[in-house]
């Protein structure tokens, strides 16, 4: 009588044939936990930097109200106060802005130069993953051949 093939021992066979490489993922999880970690870094130090920008500028607004403010003896002073505050304001708005903008730029070149060099990493790995992979499919072949 004939007799039913076993799925079981096939399907083994055909799974041992195509090992996969759970270093591989590892090694692709590794990569990207430190991606995330190097780009959180660059935003963290971005938003630390902005703070101290706001907070500089708060201060010294502040600082400039607080002149603005007093009580002054003659009507003209209010005016000329109040374009002093204006001028002074404006000075330091373009410096503060000038300075955001710093710090966005080096966000951008830091991110930029965090992201060429994953996918430097990233193509070596999987460079190297694809030489093994094709390697034990040869000579998996070559022993199948051989039987």
């Not at 870094?41 to 007093?70: C, F, M, P, R, Y």
């Amino acid at each position: 009588m004939s007799k039913t093939p076993d799925m079981t021992v096939m399907f083994k066979d055909v799974m041992g044939a195509f090992p996969i490489d759970g270093s591989a993922m590892e090694g692709a999880f590794k990569t990207t936990a430190t991606l995330n970690e190097k780009l959180s870094h660059v935003a963290l130090n971005a938003v630390e930097q902005s703070t101290d920008i706001s907070s500089k500028w708060t201060k010294e607004t502040i600082s400039k109200l607080e002149k603005l403010a007093k009580a002054k003896d003659e009507p003209a002073d209010y005016t000329k106060a109040m374009t002093e505050f204006a001028s002074a304001y404006a000075e330091t708005a373009s410096e503060h802005m000038a300075a955001f903008a710093e710090v966005a730029k080096k966000v951008q070149m830091d991110t930029v130069e965090l992201l060429m060099a994953a996918g430097k990493d990233m193509q070596e790995e999987t460079a190297a993953v694809m030489k093994k992979a094709t390697s034990e499919a040869t000579a998996t072949a070559k022993k199948a051949a051989a039987k």
